[in-house]
């Protein structure tokens, strides 16, 4: 049985101007559908990546799985013990008038605190004696140290972590994802790791989900999916990594924007901007099939 | 075109002189792009606001001398400086909204940039507005003439940005992060973009950037710096091939990389000194997995090291 589940998830946010501006310009309630009948399922034990660009519903996954959200459609099934969340900015999500003992103890202070807190200060890489001090007397890095012994302290078996390094220097990114990959064999945690870099993706995930405007488009192992990518959108995220080993190999340029979610295009969402995109593509939206959602690669044409 | 010499920024506090910058030193090359490289607190947005006099006070210049084609600019009148900023240097920062004025069309904006700069007049100067909004690739530029700055997308902004910069034919382009809040697929166009205005115009550019791929992609020089000072400069290739100094060879290992499999990444242990807080001796040492005696009492100036230069007492002659 699979730790998580999603079924057909879709999440809508009304954005809709006050009642008064409607009633006296006749316009109708906007929606904004946010995630659109997303499935997938997470092993114990793995870690998922979800990758996409900004507003493609990578980050209202991460809350609807955590429950900040409720879905509009579709149910989300949790079997594990207990799941915490990790946020990515390592500034906003610690109290800056509590110190780190009572930052890290407040989830589990019916547990008794005390000893626990040093234990997990110690397992993320801190010393026993941080616990004294205050957010601001610790980096970017260590801060994010802090979310992770506070996330830890519930024993959770899966941890959300919504780009958990987006906010890090490189040379402090590499310790948090090696400290990750090592707390991830120590405890046997399971991820659902959400980034809009594929590079970090490529490093940490055993599976990646590719969406795009709220759906999911490619769905693979890792390996697969940067060895062999299927769906024009996964091609051209993986052709925009800029390229450090100056092959000089050309890269294709990327072409245009992603659209206004309010104003989704018809068909399939990425054909504005998909080079092997024909009327179908324009008229009917793609089935998610055997990992994938394209017309061209179901027809074969790429 | 751009010559650096010794440059030293302090910032007086009340507890003390903080030195954010110290003997910096390098040069652009008309029609060259500089990289400049490092992470949060290495002084790389320091010296760009220290080139183009926007340092926050109590920020200051506090030795050395910045020359633009051979004229003292470090000296100069606040409102000379304020001629210069938008006629021979154009600056492109990380979040557009800073360079734009959100009452203005962004047409008005460009044109008012054109006739402040350049003997034109305001028919001459639309005709131009609308042809750098063309060539910076915004679709339809007759018609988005008219628009505000929030009617943009954050691509579409930063394109009207660098456009903004151009208007005046500048000699010197500063752009401090300027993909660095961007998509990963408008990130490429946007390079691409600076890319191809440097080689046609001849303009030497100063890219201020955290990200190694970026520059890899852009640049022809890079320096790489820590701690307020240049640690390594050299050709792109090399530092990137072949680094010298041991910061820039843990950061190129802790870079990820599109691999097939999981793996772990090179980590350099620590994090970069504050500024009131600057080891003795090299800024790296207390970080370096190869340091000796010397390293802990004696600060390295840049040395030659291959074809690059590094700031690394490994390179010194015995």
Known sequence: MPLLSLERVSRDFDVSRPWLNRMLEHEPRRVLRAVDGVSFEVESGETLALVGESGCGKSTVARLIVGLYAPTEGRVVFHGRRLQMIFQDPYASLNPRWRVRDIVGEPIRFLGTGARVEELLVQVGLSADDGDKYPHEFSGGQRQRISIARALGGEPDFLVCDEPTSALDVSVQAQILNLMSDLQSRLGLTYLFISHNLAVVSQVADRVGVMYLGRMVELSPAGMLFSRPRHPYTRMLLDAVPDLGMSGKSRTPVRGEVPNPLAPPSGCPFHPRCPHANDRCRRELPEFIDGVACHAVAERRI | MLDVRDLRVEFPMRRGTLTALDGVSFSIAPGEVLGVVGESGAGKSITGLAIIGLLEPPGRIAGGEVRLEGERIDNLPADELRKLRGRRIGVIFQDPLTSLNPLYTIGRQIEETIVTHLPMGETQARERALALLREVGIPGAEARYE???????????????????????????????????????????????????????????????????????TAHRVAVMYAGRIVELGSVREVIHAPRHPYTVGLMGSIPRIAARKGRLVQIDGAMPRLNAIPRGCAFNPRCPRRFARCLVERPDLLPAGTSFAACWLHAAA
């Open chain 2, 147 to 217: 628009h505000y700055p929030h009617q943009f997308s954050g691509g579409m902004r930063q394109r009207v940005v660098i456009a903004l910069a151009l208007a005046a034919e500048p000699r010197l382009l500063i752009a401090d992060e300027p993909t660095t809040a961007l998509d990963v697929s408008i990130q490429a166009q946007i390079i691409a973009l600076l890319k191809r205005l440097a080689a046609e115009r001849g303009a030497a550019v100063m890219l201020i950037t955290h990200d190694m791929g970026v520059i890899a992609e």
